[in-house]
């Protein structure tokens, strides 16, 4: 083995030791972000807000998709809970702050265990049509309850100051917010190396063999769903804060369609991946949308490129293409974006 | 209760062109949803430039019919097989055609023209029905009878099928795959114009038409069974009923009333009314 | 090998077991009694019910009638990863393996499978659990996997594959194991290998061996029965088997009564490794998965 560039993977397993390359880029990623107010004008601090936000939504939409392998198509729902309860809560019920975070995430928890046991038959296509069909339900209800959500009007007036770090303005607002994204993806990533992570990412390789291995496959299936239920519902909670309104739009399925468009044009099988992928269309949506009103045409055609030509995303390209250059015998982990789906339900009980 | 069985004609001439896609290629078109508003918009166009119904259904149905083959050619064989693939360029594809018929005919809703003939109403008694919901009661059952005797009993049924299950060894008996894929998907396509040619009489076109209708055959064709057309017609007419009763019932509840029970099937039986004991036609 | 006195217990047993696919009865009345520390070999032809068996003993498939016990317990309508805890282990005559994760990061599972503490532990992450570790490296050493130990398994050639599945299987120190065709598709010098490794399972270990190649199931096993048609049509030593004219009648035909020592036949369906990701079926690297480094 006489390759030049080092590769960690084939270095005796480090045991206690975390990738201090990869802590030391985290670290350099939130400080550079933190400083954005200071450099940037009020339009790029919301449009970073955003991204932000919207990153915590695809590492937490990524759990079920690129860890589980379970292609849901109601992520939308799990997101806009969290919106409305942040919207409820404060404009309509006059909540505190803190009542409202954990109101948020306990109502996406539950969603996600309902969506995960309820899918525990299906997976594919079917999943995918399930996790579309609870949600659509749950943006009927938002959608029609009119007195209590105001329906297609959402409910507007949110105050964000009620969550800030310093002021009651938008950069107060956005160093919260980064902080609570912050804390949230160092959480995400640590389920994802634990023990229980690491069995909901073998849950999509072999249930058969996770079974045999003494594993009760349904219950971590669940678990990815809960998990991922709290973390969206989180961040839609600080979307709700960051736009100062909810709409039915925060549940709308075209919503869980873009999260997918996220993972994958960003590499749904790395755990960073998916954050590639939201900066690349919501900072193309803001560039697009500079010099057309046909930003919807740029992002239909982004989702056709990015199945066509890059279905491992931009991550899984540049590590295949590293890895290409020292050792062609050894595919990297292909995303199982580009599979076929298994079949509708599956074969053991 | 006319009113749900006529939509539900509707529901089924939508999802019937989803269903040969869909159910029998297993190739998922998302796009559906598009290709039927931009049908309806194409012919109130053609209906408005010449003053012919039947120009603009055929225009309508031709063109979109084209657009489809073009699609599933270029586009679609390429991830041939993949469904989740082809869920998102479809989603994407439906962006595009959504965006483009805003930019050509604008945001304000549009109504078709009824077909000719179809105007007045039957009185039978104390009741009256619009003739033009009882056409579209018929017309279901028409295309209904064309599908499945063209498909459940004929060589091109049988040959869709070969295809389907075996490309390669269809190809070695000399079955033309691409022709026959190219085929279905152009009548698949063009089922979607037809129907939003009708439904644009109906309940009219706006904008995000697209996504709704899309919906609407998503739930009929996997609640009657994936490529099941017998299953798509007894969902299609359930599915109009429920809506209809779930109004009328619980105003405030629509919505929640139409999806859950779908979600609550499929959570139990995920391959639908129709989908185990009839897997083809 | 092992002593069967009449003191030894039995470590599984199914009395009348029985799976139907809908109008197809794929095993009928089986009775198997297989008392601890045995090598039981189970062999028949193509659709003999043999896999079915196996399924429903793992517990990946449900019995249509009859019982299944193990260590005299009913363990019939005991889901497959409970039974596993119970000490029932499996390999797969298809490589499933975790492919995209490493070859210990696979056993560190299949370790955390049969350890309470372990899962108990679920938010520690995989790699600094101790007393997982230790075992995992342990159980890669046995087994000569250490040098390809950080290496992702869908990179690994197929024969170390399958040597790595029946390495997950003895991980969770199970007491009864079942192997399915663990030789099949495999190279002739691995196949020699994964034989030699399931030759020297500790004695006390129950074995219940699928085997599509009489050739391995006649030297491995201490006593074979011969399923046809989803029953089973004898059970006794491989010289009573070889001899039963019964079994020389129905499946084994000539060759096998006069020449014990013929090359085992290759089977007749391609049981090619899934060869649907590239690079992972040449299995051909020598000496079974001994990485010799």
Known sequence: ?????????????????????????????????????????????????????????????NVVFGAADMPSLGHAALFGVGSYACGLGLVRWGWG???????????????????????????????????????????????????????????????????????????????????????????????????????????????????????????????AFA?????????????????????????????????????????????????????????????????????????????????????????????????????PDRPTRASRVGRSLPPAVEAEP | MLNGLSFGGLLFLLASGLTLTFGMMRTVNLAHGAFYALGGYLALAVIRASGSYLLGLVVAVAVVAVVGVVLERVVLQRVAGRELPQIMITVGIAYVIGDVVLAVWGGRPQTLPRPPGLDGVLN???????????????????????????????????????????????RAVGIDVGMLFAVTFAAGSGLAAFAGVWGGAFTGLRPGTEWDILLLALIVVVVGGLGSIRGAFVAALLVGLLDEFGKWLFPSFALFTLYAPVAVLLALRPRGLFGREERVA | MSDRGSTTPVALATHALSRSFGAVRALTDVDLVVPAGETRAVIGPNGAGKTTLFNL??????????????????????????????????????????????????????????DAVARRRFWQPLRTLPRVDDRAREVLATFGLEDVAARRVATLAYGQQRVLEIAMALAGEPRVLLLDEPTAGVARGDAEAITAIVDDLPGDLTVLLVEHDMEVAFALADR????????????????????????????????????????????????????????TASGTEPGGGHHDG
Do not use: C, K
């Open chain 1, 227 to 327: 998990v991922s239920g709290a973390f969206s519902a989180l961040a839609g909670m600080l979307m709700a804060m960051a736009t100062r309104f909810v709409g039915p739009e925060n549940l709308a399925w075209q919503l869980s369609a873009e999260v997918m468009l996220f993972a994958i044009l960003g590499g749904a099988a790395s755990f960073a991946g998916p954050l590639v992928g939201v900066v690349l269309v919501a900072g193309a949506e803001v560039v697009v949308s500079d010099w057309t009103d046909r930003w919807p045409t740029v992002l239909g055609l982004l989702y056709v490129v990015t199945l066509l030509f890059l279905p491992d995303g931009v991550v899984g390209w540049l590590s295949q293409w590293r890895d290409g250059r020292d050792d």
């Open chain 3, 57 to 114: 003993v793992s517990g990946h498939l449900p019995a249509t009638s009859g019982r299944i016990e193990l260590f005299g317990v009913d363990v019939t309508d005991v889901p497959a990863h409970e039974r596993s805890r119970d000490g029932v282990s499996r390999t797969f005559q298809l490589s499933n393996l975790f492919d995209d994760l490493t070859v210990l990061d696979n056993v560190r599972l299949a370790v955390t499978g049969n």
């Open chain 2, 124 to 170: 039978l008694g104390s009741l009256t029905f619009p003739w033009f919901r009882l056409g579209l009661l018929v017309l279901a059952v028409v295309v209904y009878l064309v599908l499945q005797r063209s498909l459940a009993d004929t060589l091109v049924g049988a040959r869709i099928r070969a295809a389907v299950d075996d490309d390669e060894t269809a």
């Open chain 3, 224 to 279: 074979v029965t011969v399923l046809v048609d989803g029953a089973e049509l004898v059970t006794g030593t491989p010289d009573e088997v070889r001899r039963d004219p019964a079994v020389v009648a129905a499946y084994l035909g000539a060759e096998i009564g006069v020449d014990p020592g013929a090359e085992p036949d290759t089977p007749p369906e391609p049981d090619t490794p899934p060869g649907t990701e590239p690079g």
């Open chain 1, 1 to 61: 083995m006489s390759s030049t560039t080092p590769d960690l993977r084939r270095q005796p397993d480090p045991r206690r030791q975390p990738d201090l390359r990869l802590v030391a880029l985290a670290v350099a990623v939130v400080v550079a972000l933190a400083v954005v107010p200071f450099v940037a004008s009020t339009y790029v601090v919301t449009v970073v807000l955003r991204m932000v936000v919207l990153g915590l939504f695809a590492l937490a939409f």
């Open chain 1, 97 to 223: 702050i803190g009542t409202v975070v954990v109101a948020a995430v306990a109502v996406g928890t539950l969603l996600g265990i309902l969506m995960g046991i309820a899918t525990l038959r299906t997976q594919g296509i079917y999943l995918l049509l399930l996790t579309l069909a609870i949600a659509q339900a749950v943006w009927g209800l938002a959608f029609q309850q009119v007195r209590l959500t105001g329906g297609d009007n959402g409910i507007a007036g949110i105050d964000r100051g009620l969550l800030t770090l310093g002021g009651d303005g938008l950069v107060g607002f956005y160093w919260a917010a980064l902080a609570v994204v912050t804390v949230a993806a160092a959480l995400l990533y640590a389920f994802r190396i634990s023990i229980v992570g690491t069995v909901v990412e073998a849950v999509g390789m072999s249930p058969s063999r996770l079974r045999a291995l003494g594993f009760a496959v349904g219950s971590y299936r669940v678990t």
